[in-house]
């Protein structure tokens, strides 16, 4: 009898057991299914002192906003509270303008960005009580000083190989550079980085990239006697130059007859074709003072 009690009883602490680990997973299922699809909206690039708005979606369902704050780094400056009178605040960060007019539950707006603004960037979104779930998503940044100049370049050719090189004007990020040759991509030899301030510690810091091509030149490579090559410079979406240089063909190419001749068109005779009738004339003269001395020998 005192067995089949102590069976019971375990049974029912397993079956307590179970049931109490269904319920904590349905919880934590729970809690996920509240607060979803939370995205930060974050332009990859943008031009210094211009005007940005970042972005925070987000998918409560059922439950109840409690706020939404944006970090630069780990250093907040924006933070949207529904319940509270005001419902923005901004806390002050060097180089972040928060312009309150453009800025609400979604959205937050910034004036006048300077480079050192580049960075990532993150929306917090908590539920209200009893929750308080917490979800952050994030974004990378760069505030980029575009410049006006294009690329150089300088080429030379040596016997039968190309050699150039490809400057960008300084910028930070560093911009990409491609190089072409009538038109089809052609990998670069080398490159290297310039730095404007070798000594400055600073990320944002101004960078020259200098590429390096070089090129074995044969017959297939002229197009219409021509080599067109080309350096791109590209920075994102923001900047995109070029520089152009045309190398001529000047191996030596064979001479063509000023004179052209037609056999059987009228008008047209070769310096072979005269001298041929010459001899026949001179033979033919010949057999007839062979004849005549024969003759007169009979």
Known sequence: MTSARRTDRNCLKMLCGNWIFVLVVFCSM?????????????PLAVHANDF????????????TLYTVKWY????EFFRYVPKED????????????VDLSGSSMHYVSLLNLPPESSGKYLCEVTTDSPDFLTRIASGYMYVINVPEESPSMEITRVDEKIIANCT?????????VSWFLNGIRVPES????????PYSTKRETPTMIVTHLEKEIDEHLF???????????????????????????????PWQSSISFTEGHPG???????????????????????????????
């Open 223 to 253: 197009q219409g006697g021509v080599i067109r090559v080309r350096c791109m410079a590209t920075l994102f979406n923001l900047y995109a130059s070029e520089h152009v240089y045309t190398i001529h063909d000047n191996s030596p190419q």
């Open 168 to 176: 960008t004007p300084p910028s930070y990020p560093p911009m990409n």
């Open 30 to 42: 729970h809690e996920i299914d509240t607060l979803k699809d939370v995205k930060a909206l974050i």
């Open 86 to 97: 005001p419902q923005m605040q901004i806390f002050p960060l060097p180089g972040i303008k």
């Open 190 to 197: 080398s490159r290297r980085s310039v730095r404007l301030d």
């Open 268 to 298: 047209y005779h070769s310096g072979s074709n005269n001298r041929m009738q010459t001899e026949i004339q001179i033979i033919v003269m010949l057999l007839q003072i062979v004849a005549f001395l024969l003759l007169n020998y009979n």
């Open 52 to 63: 940005v708005t970042l972005r925070c979606e987000f998918n409560l369902e059922q439950d």
């Open 72 to 75: 630069k780094g780990t250093h």
